[in-house]
């Protein structure tokens, strides 16, 4: 029995080989050329018969296919809480200037007054021989806050610019009057309006608004206010030039271009001159109104301004006083 099982079937002579069995021989005989040098793990198809193998192609050292963006990454943004924090940073570094700026000026103004022992005027700017001397004292760098004092640089320079347009307004009169003279009133007037509206233009409406800033006075305000809506209307009946009114304006222009292309054209640039003032007035009556509201000044303060300024005049004090000892003796005599 174990004979059997160790016994090699494939020893006996009359048990073949069965790869050597005739029916297989036979289909590998007639399988295609080149079929049984084909290898499945490889990416060559076989070989034909009667053809020599391709030798594999020499492997690329190549990098990892790498997908490039066809738009630059956008630049890191900062977080809400970031941009807040920078914002809030910045404002009390500003904050912190304006306030050293202010410092610097009230130390200035201090040092001024030390050494010059007050305050003395220097406006206008005289001769130190001329018999009359400076009316007021100005320094914008010294006494206006430093939030304001591109605002007053540029009223005072509109304020220039007005007394430059009253004079070649004069001029122009003067020019118009030779051509024609009868409009020898114009010419008169010129000299009247540039005699007039000079000085009464710094009293009344620039140095309010240069003492407005100064001391933060609601009253002060309110008189700029005033008058300098007026002064705008009056820009705009120059700028529109009436005959017989002293002004160059339109239509003065265009009679005088009538009498003389040269004088005509000399007066229309008055006329323009005019206009700009008339805009740029508008444009700073805004400008100074809008700072207005944001000083806190109001009515009630006005009012008040102002009645304390008048119970502080010595004159006003004086006068109350005479008239309650007047009355007071008034009463006194009827009792008696």
């Known amino acids: 029995m174990s004979g059997g099982f160790d016994s090699n079937p494939f020893a006996d002579p009359e048990i073949s080989n069965p790869f050597q069995d005739p029916s297989v021989t036979q289909v590998r005989q007639a399988a295609p050329p080149g079929l049984e040098e084909y290898n499945p793990f490889t990416d060559g198809k076989p070989t034909p018969g009667g053809v020599a193998p391709k030798t594999a192609a020499p492997t690329l050292n190549t990098q990892p296919a790498i997908m490039k963006p066809t738009e630059e990454p956008p630049a890191y943004s900062q977080s809400q809480e970031q941009s807040g924090a920078a914002a809030e940073l910045l404002r009390r570094q500003e904050e912190l200037e304006r306030k050293a700026a202010e410092l610097d000026r009230r130390e200035r103004e201090m040092q001024s007054l030390s050494v010059s022992g007050g305050r003395k005027n220097n406006w206008p700017p005289l001769p130190e021989k001329f018999p009359v001397g400076p009316c007021f004292y100005q320094d914008i760098t010294v006494d206006i806050p430093v939030e304001f004092q591109k605002t007053v640089k540029i009223m005072y320079y509109l304020w220039m610019f007005h007394t430059g347009t009253l004079l070649a307004n004069l001029v122009g009169c003067l020019a118009w009057f030779c051509v024609d003279p009868s409009h020898g009133v114009d010419f008169g007037l010129s000299i009247l309006w540039f005699l007039l509206f000079t000085p009464c233009s710094f009293v009344c409406w620039y140095r309010p608004l240069y003492g407005a800033f100064r ?32 002004a160059s304006g339109w239509i003065s222009a265009l009679t005088g271009l009538n009498h003389s292309v040269p004088v005509g054209i000399i007066m229309i640039l008055i006329a323009a001159l005019f206009t700009s003032l008339a805009v740029m007035s508008l444009i700073m009556f805004k400008k100074v109104h809008g700072m207005y509201r944001t000083t806190g000044a109001s009515f009630e303060k006005a009012q008040q301004e102002f009645a304390t300024g008048v119970m502080s005049n010595k004159t006003v004090q004086t006068a109350a006083a005479n008239a309650t000892t007047r009355a007071a003796q008034g009463a006194f005599k009827e009792q008696i």
């Open 215 to 246: 001391s933060d006075s609601s009253f002060k305000f309110f008189a700029f206010f005033f008058v300098y809506i007026c002064q705008f209307g009056v820009y705009v009946l120059q700028s529109i030039g009436i005959a017989g009114w002293g």
